[in-house]
């Protein structure tokens, strides 16, 4: 027999801790902040604090023109800011009831998915690597620094691309370019079955991801999830089929979905975006109107310093059928692409370049375009446009009193509902499970507090 139990002996009283995580912390992206009621290793609340990286977004947006926008926009999801682009000049066309061409609209779609597919690659290596993975990251970022290299090559840029152009695009397709796309993504999806091999049947990283993070299909649709975190959950809505917007509807996908709402499916569900991501760009492809981009439909090539020369001489005389070769800077935005990715109403759609520094007027309908008190006006009235982000349902709302600037924006982001929800995801788990809980949110700072 043991000894007695002293009656004097007090029992020693125990309480929750606060843990604070972030917003220093690697995995909370310096802006995150969570105060963490822990009992042992268990969560019994947990304080998200996300207000470190208020942009102003919304009222930039306000201070100048529509097509002033679209730089801010690449700052809202800058991981696959090619969508943002495309949704606001979306929802400004729909507020002009302008219709852009076919050429256009299949463009905008492949270069959303390659975005859609940059975006999943990041958030899949990023959250794995903080489990442990390295070797994943490395593979996913090897695979996004191909389609990186192919967006480069029509938008000029990697990541701050400002593409898109309200009415049309900065530029259509450069030559040669679905034999390079095609071939980039031959190249990633051998990353994504390399990954699949090192993942699916690992026990220690599908053991840290079963079972945690858990939202029900109805606790997701009361706080208004969308995107891989509802998908997750079993409900198939996707932007792309329940309100088809571009070329959608014309184009033979499927909406993977999970059953069990927790960071698993949600892994499985990213991985299989990005398999139906690559089968809509070879599709778009297959599929896409030709535009002219042959130099002899128009006849005879001057440089541009010759043309400028001419025209201080008055030379003009069939400068309209003349292709001009322009410098690095001006390259991409040629006159024999231009009516393939542009609307033809001159109120809206920018001239190109040949015309804006090549005839007066090109130079003039270039500038009502751009002056304040000028430019692109929108009759009064609301539009709100919603795409399918990467994380979710994307949605811009703008109101237009009239003139050339908007009177109200306001931004639908993805993540902001999914870290609203996050309080309730993480109750019940361990400490350890914050970080793939909080990674498969693949919360954006930008896009988050805009």
Not at 401 to 406: A, I, L, N, Q, V
Request: charged letters at 25%; aromatic letters at 8%; hydrophobic letters at 35%.
């Amino acid at each position: 027999m043991g000894k007695p139990v002293s009656p004097n002996l007090k029992v020693k009283e125990t309480r929750p801790m606060l843990l604070n995580v972030g917003p220093q912390h690697p995995a909370m992206h310096g802006i995150v902040h969570i105060t963490a009621k822990l009992d042992g290793e268990t969560v019994l609340g947990a304080d998200v604090e996300i207000g470190y990286l208020h942009r102003a977004f919304e009222k930039m947006c306000e201070q100048g023109p529509y097509n002033n926008a679209i730089p801010y926009t690449d700052r809202l999801n800058y991981v696959s800011p090619l969508i943002n682009n495309i949704g606001w000049c979306l929802a400004v066309e729909k507020l002009m009831g302008l219709e852009t061409t076919d050429r256009c609209q299949y463009i905008r779609v492949v270069m959303s998915e390659l975005s859609r597919v940059t975006d999943h690659l990041t958030c899949i290596g990023a959250s794995a690597m903080e489990l442990g993975a390295f070797t994943v990251f490395l593979y996913m970022i090897k695979a996004r620094e191909f389609l990186y290299e192919l967006i480069e090559s029509v938008t000029g840029a990697r990541l701050t691309i400002s593409y898109a152009r309200v009415g049309g695009l900065k530029s259509d397709l450069p030559e040669g370019f679905e034999e390079k796309c095609r071939a980039a993504l031959s190249e990633t999806r051998k990353v994504l079955k390399e990954v699949k091999g090192l993942l699916d049947t690992n026990r220690i990283f599908v053991d840290r991801l079963k079972d945690t993070g858990v939202i029900s299909k109805e606790d997701a649709t009361a706080y208004g999830l969308t995107g891989p975190f509802l998908r997750s959950t079993g409900i198939d809505y996707d932007v792309r089929k329940a309100r088809p917007y571009l070329v959608y509807d014309r184009i033979d996908f499927d909406v993977p979905v999970g059953e069990h709402g927790d960071n698993l499916d949600r892994y499985y569900v990213r991985m299989e975006e990005m398999e139906q991501s690559i089968r809509i760009v070879e599709r778009a492809l297959k599929d896409m109107p030709k535009g002219e981009v042959s130099v002899g439909d128009f006849g005879r090539v001057l440089s541009a310093a010759e043309m400028v020369d001419a025209a201080k001489m008055g030379r003009t005389k069939g400068f309209h059928e003349v292709e001009v070769d322009l410098d690095p800077t001006l390259e991409g935005t040629t006159r024999r692409h231009h009516d393939d990715v542009y609307s033809k109403d001159k109120k809206v759609a920018l001239p190109a370049k040949e015309d804006t520094y090549g005839n007066i007027e090109g130079l003039m309908n270039h500038f009502k375009l751009v002056m304040h008190g000028h430019g692109l006006c929108p009759p009064k009235g609301e539009a709100y446009f919603p795409v399918e982000g990467a994380n979710g349902e994307l949605g811009f709302y703008v109101v237009s009193d009239g003139s050339d600037r908007p009177y109200r924006v306001r931004v639908r982001p993805p993540c902001f509902p999914i870290m609203a929800a996050l309080e309730k995801i993480l109750v019940g788990d361990m400490v350890a499970d914050i970080v793939p809980t909080f990674g498969s949110v693949n919360m954006i700072g930008g896009e988050l507090d805009r």
